[in-house]
């Protein structure tokens, strides 16, 4: 599976794959990715902000 397939997945632009395995930890382990890369997406659109319109 592609990287950019599974960030699709992850921010629900994609449908998943209905092969792939069920687990809770599978789950968990999603969850836990998904909200890492909300974070991280948050954080540089704060820093995209702060470096464009709080400049001195």
Request: proline fraction near 4%; glycine fraction near 6%; aromatic fraction near 14%.
């Amino acid at each position: 599976m592609g990287i950019l397939r599974q960030l699709a997945e992850y921010l629900y632009l994609k449908k998943k794959n209905p092969d792939a395995p069920k687990s809770k930890w599978i789950g968990y382990m999603h969850g836990i990715n998904r909200l890492s890369l909300l974070m991280f997406l948050a954080a540089l659109i704060y820093m995209l902000i702060r470096f464009l319109f709080l400049k001195k």
